[in-house]
């Protein structure tokens, strides 16, 4: 659908520009098209519209006389918003199942800890949060464009399982460079207790991050991934430059998740390999995007927050099989929801749950 929507507006595109060669000169055209590409994302602002509608209202939710737990439950789901959302960049946008995403949010963490730890390391130039969290950012975006350009040549379950290795690759190297990460006895970061100031960073970097995919999403270059996406070859054949495109997505979805490691290292103080370079956080990325509708803007960011909260439920009323039951949903939504929430109520003919809340809507 995507490849075929994205057809169409290229065959307008040249039809109004061959309008426009009758009618005008080249630089015309050359300014109709520009303006067309500029403002074409903007067409439709009703979800960015809401989406500023509700940042604004979060932004006002402190002022109500809350409690710090909920400033701390408000960020935790800012950070469940912004992974999922990023890797629905290349997972969903892209179609490049990323088996080991998380291991961009490891070196944000380690970068984060290594530039602002006190411990005597190799590297320890003790430096403010706000310096090091933008290079951890461009640390992990870096580290993407080094492992993207010859793991995006790689498809389908190679390219996943090759991601996964590096993930675990990445692991077993915080633990054996102990003179610059600290190995398997990990890094303890400055105690600064800033409920607020947490809150409000991590709300920051979710609208922006949602923000930037909506506008991705609609752009020539997010209809470019979509082709990519539907048929890689095909759009090679269209002209489009695929091995760009998949390491911009690629850097880009790096550097926000490569931010939110370095907040979360931040936040918590304290960083081992086992700690940052956990399997289940890119799992819990996976079913985020997958419940909430994977390819969508504001599918990843409902599915974070229901697991979110689904997953606090689990866990406190079967803590000991609290994965198993997170493993059961995962092939329940496999089952029923394939095409996530926002899937199954666009097109309830898509799914078996929607078929079956179709018939009960018409017997009703």
Known sequence: ???????????LDDREESGASSAGPASDRHRSRLRQRLTRPF???????????LLVLLAAYPYTGVSSLALLV?????????????????????????FGHAVFFGIGAYVMGILVTRTPLLISPEWGFWQAL?????????????????TLRLKGPYFSIAML?????????????????????????????????DYYLMLAVMG????????????????????????????????????LHKNIAFMIAAFFTGIVGAFWAWQNT??????????????EMVMMSMLGGLGTVWGPPLGAVVIYFMQNLLWEKLFEVHLLALGLLLVVMVLFLP???????????STSLGRLLGRFGKGH
């Open 270 to 283: 304290f960083i081992d390999p086992d700690v940052v370079f956990i399997e289940t956080r890119t799992v």
């Open 165 to 197: 290795g590096t993930f675990v690759a990445m692991r077993e190297i915080a633990r054996v460079l102990r003179p610059i990460t600290g190995g398997g006895i990990g890094l303890n970061l400055p105690p600064v207790l800033n409920r607020l100031g």
């Open 134 to 150: 933008p290079v951890s950012g461009v640390a992990a975006a870096i580290f993407a464009l080094l492992i993207g350009l010859p």
């Open 74 to 98: 408000g960020s935790q789901v800012f950070v469940l918003v912004t992974l999922a959302s990023n890797w629905n960049l290349i997972g969903g946008l892209t179609g490049y199942v990323d």
């Open 43 to 53: 067409g439709n602002w009703t979800g960015l519209t809401l989406w500023l509608l």
């Open 1 to 11: 659908m995507g490849a075929q929507g994205e057809q169409t507006e290229t065959k």
């Open 208 to 243: 922006l991050a949602v923000a930037l995919i909506w506008w991705i999403r609609r752009s020539e270059f997010g209809q470019s991934l979509i082709a990519i996406r539907e048929d890689e070859t095909g759009a090679e054949m269209r002209g489009i430059n695929t091995t």
């Open 339 to 349: 095409e996530g929430i926002l899937g199954t109520l666009g097109d309830r003919s």
